[in-house]
């Protein structure tokens, strides 16, 4: 056959020949697009639209009631706190973010953190800061011990010299001009804790079974004295939902989990239309039991991880040294009492029968709103602890605190975390945080920071990302915004070699 | 304008007839590519924008064709 030059072609072939090679060459760049064979790979996200834009991979900020379509040039958050899909071809083990943004906030607004949805049921988001101007503050008018562009510690006092001297004190639980231990006078932001809880000597604990009901998720701390320790849960499914829900029950020890167990609700025909804050609705799904033998006296972290649909109807524990953290919501639970140390706290309710006065210490508040949060301050500086009366069942309570119950006796189970309501005139002497302030670069700030991405949920490729400004609402006028002008993520996994040689070797 | 003459229109119907074909693989490729790969094209490139293109081409194709 003779095979003619290819000048001498005609010119559809040549023509399909050129294109045949282009579409090849398109056919690699997608190839590497999705298999990323340098196991790195950056994607950036930035407001300056035009009709030819793609989808990009920074994608569904939400919920739209929080942004301001009005602006353009970059991404208006008025409230907070909003959501995004990150999409990646493929899985990875860490990102890095950088968000170029500049602030409109309020005094009352000082910290904006980033989070990344985490993997498993009703998964939580790791947060992270962008910027705390409250520390940003206080590296200026407190002593730093530590700076290391990683962690940093203050003091309000110069009294510790090195970051050694001061890790030996924290370690043993003691620390200068501190009467009742790091517990009174550290706060921790962002820090990885490493802190370990210490009873007092002769601490006695008797057996404890709270019979107030709770809904959803729930959070506690239980400390056990040496010996044989016991958890039992009782729970009904409300059955407003349609689908079956699932109940988890974590327990950690030194931040291990030591003990993890299901329980399947139900999926009846017939669904309730409401929740009823007087009857008692829905059905029994069952119990879940643990035990163990603590070799030496030790602080237990409890995860009750369930939807709204699941009350805890019982907790009995071998310990009445036990506090809730965080989230209390309690059902069917008119005229309730519950003590707590912290000084702030929000509630909200979703049924209009819930509706009410609320009385903290000698403070009243009345909750005449469903499905808007109200701010209680206490305003008894003095006293330690805190009275909450609910008149109404049916409250949802979140706090940065604890709360305990009239059956279980108080403790505070970890040093205090810095929110927005910090006061530098407070108690607190030392600040223990990893985090770094924002670069100032012209006319935005700069803020960078890395997450471990395989504990992440994927799903369908997408990464969830919040966005969260504690204490940035909706008002009229929305003068109080955060203004994001680029999002860049850098993500790093393994690259193609590696993972041929690891299916080699398997 | 300058008017092309016989032969530059017959390369150029040839051209836009090819480019048509190649067009027509190119979007069935990425659409098919797209729902394969969860979204993979659409992130990087506008699709309608590519489906618009090819509309234009297989209309002045097609109008080459009834010149004939």
């Not at chain 1, 379509?69 to 890095?96: D, G, Q, W």
């Not at chain 1, 706290?345 to 808007?372: A, R």
């Not at chain 1, 990302?465 to 955060?482: D, R």
Request: charged share 25%; aromatic share 14%; net charge positive.
């Amino acid at each position: 056959m003779k095979i003619t030059k290819f000048k001498n072609w005609p010119l559809n072939l040549k023509l399909r020949l050129v294109f045949g090679v282009f579409l090849l060459v398109i056919l690699v760049l997608i190839f590497c697009l999705k298999v990323v064979p340098s196991g790195k790979a950056s994607y950036k996200k930035t407001w300056t639209n035009n009709f030819f834009s793609a989808r990009g991979t920074m994608l569904d900020f939400r919920p739209g009631i929080r942004l301001d379509s009005k602006a353009k040039s970059y991404l208006k958050i008025i409230a907070e706190p909003v959501y995004f899909n990150f999409y990646t071809p493929r899985s990875f083990s860490k990102a890095k973010i950088t968000i170029k943004y500049f602030d409109n906030l309020a005094e009352a607004t000082p910290i904006i953190e980033l989070g990344l949805l985490k993997g498993g049921l009703n998964g939580n988001y790791e947060l992270k800061p962008l910027q705390n101007k409250i520390i940003d503050d206080l590296k200026f008018s407190w002593d730093r011990i530590v700076d290391d562009g990683e962690t940093l510690i203050l003091q309000r006092e110069k009294i510790y010299n090195n970051g050694l001297e001061f890790s030996a004190d924290f370690s043993e639980g003691r620390l200068e001009n501190c009467v009742g231990g790091p517990l009174s006078c550290a706060v921790f932001y962002n820090y990885n804790n490493d802190y370990k809880y210490q009873a007092p000597a002769n601490n006695l604990t008797r057996s404890v079974k709270i019979n107030q009901a709770l809904r959803g998720e729930h959070q506690f701390f239980n400390y056990f004295n040496q010996g044989k320790w016991f958890l039992n849960f009782d729970f009904r499914d409300l059955n407003l939902n349609s689908g079956q829900e699932i109940v988890k029950v974590n327990i950690y020890l030194d931040n291990n989990l030591i003990a993890s167990q299901n329980l399947t609700g139900l999926d009846l025909a017939t669904r309730n239309d409401s929740f009823d804050n007087e009857n008692r609705q829905g059905t029994s799904i069952g119990e879940l039991r643990f035990s163990g033998l603590a070799e030496k006296g030790a602080l237990y972290k409890v995860e009750i991880k369930a939807g709204n649909d699941i009350i805890i109807e019982s907790i009995e524990s071998s310990s009445d040294q036990l506090v809730f953290a965080n989230k209390f919501w309690p059902v069917y639970s008119e005229g309730l009492k519950i003590s707590t140390e912290a000084k702030f706290l929000s509630v909200k309710t979703f049924e209009t029968e819930s509706l009410g006065s609320i009385f903290l210490n000698e403070g009243k508040f009345e909750l005449d709103k469903t499905y808007s949060s109200l701010l209680l301050e206490a305003k008894d500086e003095e006293k330690y602890l805190n009275e909450l009366k609910l008149e109404k069942s049916g409250v949802l309570i979140e706090l940065n605190g604890f709360i305990a119950l009239p059956d279980t006796k108080f403790f505070k189970a970890l040093p205090e975390k810095m929110d927005r309501f910090f006061s530098a005139s407070g108690s607190a002497s030392y600040l223990l945080s990893n985090y770094k302030s924002p670069k100032k670069e012209k006319n935005y700030k700069v803020a960078s920071l890395e997450f471990d991405l395989n504990s992440a949920y994927l799903n369908n490729n997408y990464y969830s990302f919040v966005i969260s400004v504690p204490g940035l609402e909706l008002t009229e006028g929305g003068e109080n915004y955060l203004g994001i002008k680029e999002i860049k993520i850098e993500v790093e996994g393994r690259s193609l070699g590696e993972k041929i040689i690891s299916f080699i070797k398997k | 304008m300058k008017k092309l003459n016989e032969k530059q229109k017959e390369i150029l119907k040839i051209f836009v007839r090819e480019f048509f074909y190649f067009l027509s693989i190119l979007v069935a490729a990425f659409f098919i590519l797209d729902i394969v790969l969860k979204g993979l094209i659409s992130a990087y490139l506008n699709l309608n924008l590519l489906f618009l293109l090819w509309l234009i081409i297989a209309l002045i194709d097609l109008r080459f064709k009834a010149k004939k």
